[in-house]
Every structure is written in structure tokens, then in C-alpha cells.
Nanobody
């Protein structure tokens, strides 16, 4: 199975932008639907965005629709999360997740592989 490594997190002011990347090892990346989740201190991990294996289908949490964009480049074994108009409530650890031979799902239980996470902090 793939292994996932996130990057691109950091500190940004409200209204700013960040692009997260998730690099996958292995030759079967295109067999995985991918998702981004986040977890703020004291809160449960929540779905942010998902993308099908081909990239043709995406879905978003209501809280990020219109501000975040998920994409993938199967040639580079990488999935991205472009985050614009960031708000302090977007502050969290962001995790990349992979789901083998499945469609996107908002449930954490639907994903087989997880990255270590990258911290995103949005200051007001």
C-alpha cells in the first residue's frame, strides 16, 4: 500500500492562502481515492475534501466550499489542497488519507492509509 507525507502547512494571517501537498509512495496511487481531513485541539477529526482516483469527482465540507480546492496529479503521485480566504477556525492539523479502490467518503473509517499530518495556523 502507499505511504503518505504531507507538506505545506504553516502560519498565515486570516484571508491568506496556503497549498498543502501530499506525496504518496508506491506505484498504485491512481487506485486510491484521496481525502483531506483536519483535527483542531479538543475536536474530532473532520472531513475537509475528497477526490476520486481519476480526479473527475470531488466533494467538500460545507465549511470550506468555495474557499478550498482539492486536486491530484497521478503522474507525480501527489494530491493537493489549495486553501484560500483562510479563517482562524481553519486552524488544525491537516491529514491526507487514501482509500483503496473506493469512491470518496466523508468518514474517517473509509480510509486505509493516513499521513502524519501538517499544522496549519491562521492568525486573526
Amino acid at each position: 500500500q502507499v505511504q503518505l507525507v504531507e507538506s505545506g502547512g504553516g502560519l498565515v494571517q486570516a484571508g491568506g492562502s496556503l497549498r498543502l501537498s501530499c506525496a504518496a509512495s508506491g506505484r498504485t496511487f491512481s487506485s486510491y481515492a484521496m481525502g483531506w481531513f483536519r483535527q483542531a485541539p479538543g475536536k474530532e477529526r473532520e472531513f475537509v475534501a475528497g477526490i476520486s482516483w481519476s480526479g473527475a469527482s470531488t466533494r467538500y465540507a460545507d465549511s470550506v466550499k468555495g474557499r478550498f480546492t482539492i486536486s491530484r496529479d497521478n503522474a507525480k503521485n501527489t494530491v493537493y489542497l489549495q486553501m484560500n480566504s483562510l479563517k482562524p477556525e481553519d486552524t488544525a492539523i491537516y491529514y491526507c488519507a487514501a482509500r483503496y479502490l473506493g469512491s470518496t467518503t466523508t468518514s474517517t473509517n473509509g480510509y486505509n492509509v493516513w499521513g502524519q499530518g501538517t499544522q496549519v495556523t491562521v492568525s486573526s
